[in-house]
């Protein structure tokens, strides 16, 4: 399995920014994708998650109101819409992969990463 992200970029408090995770390899239903995000120095943080099969998402309480996860079957895809984005919200986001059919909250439990898009948030 390969994940690959891609939208980050720089945006100014307020803003919005939608991140994309495509997954290339073996049929995925009964996995769950989990989107976490990592700053120098800090563990990596849940940030959302989403039941491939079942569409059931989770979020973080930071992020809760501002930040939806969907995905796209007929693209392999999960995406992350940032909305009222925050300087504190400036990260490296990786989109993660693990299969159950719900999406754990800590990083250890998944099986792939992609290697990361870059979120910078300006005040």
């Known amino acids: 399995v390969q994940l690959e992200e891609s939208g980050g970029g720089l945006v100014q408090a307020g803003g919005s920014l939608r991140l994309s995770c495509e997954a290339s390899?073996?049929?995925?239903?009964?996995?769950?994708r989990g989107w976490f995000r990592q700053t120098p120095g800090k563990e990596g943080e849940f940030v959302a998650g989403?039941?491939?099969?079942?569409?059931?998402?989770d979020y973080a309480d930071a992020v809760k109101g501002r930040f939806t996860v969907s995905r796209d079957k007929a693209e392999n895809t999960v995406y992350l819409k940032m909305n009222s984005l925050k300087p504190v919200d400036t990260a490296l986001y990786y989109c993660?992969?693990?299969?159950?059919?719900?999406?754990?909250?800590?990083?250890?439990?998944?099986?792939?990463w992609g290697q990361g898009t870059q979120v910078t948030v300006s005040s």
């Open positions: 993660a992969m693990q299969y159950t059919v719900v999406a754990a909250t800590t990083p250890e439990e998944y099986d792939y």
């Open positions: 390899g073996p049929a995925f239903s009964g996995s769950a």
């Open positions: 989403l039941g491939w099969s079942t569409g059931y998402t």
